[in-house]
């Protein structure tokens, strides 16, 4: 986790050092996609959210690939401006 914690770090400095107007959240390269998201994905990205909340300066929102349900509940737990 703290790999991709690292990378998902330089990855939003960047984007916000570029200008965007906000940030998506989202396990578009968890392969392979699964038909029904299990626990631990949905742990994962709560994990990263937060290591990196502090650190979001523009509207965020968050998806998780082929889940609704999943994406609603991840986006309530951290707060997110859109899921």
Do not use: W
């Not at 400095?13 to 699964?34: H, K, R, T």
């Not at 994962?44 to 650190?55: P, T």
């Amino acid at each position: 986790m703290g790999e991709v914690i690292e990378n998902a770090a330089r990855e939003l400095q960047a984007l916000q050092e570029g200008g965007v107007d906000g940030v998506l959240i989202a396990n578009e390269f968890s392969l392979p996609y699964e038909k029904k998201v299990s626990y631990v994905t949905v742990a994962a990205m709560g994990r990263v959210v937060g290591e990196l909340k502090k650190e979001i300066k523009v509207p965020f929102g968050v998806n998780i690939v082929s889940n609704p349900l999943a994406t609603i509940d991840l986006a309530a737990a951290v707060e997110a401006d859109m899921g």
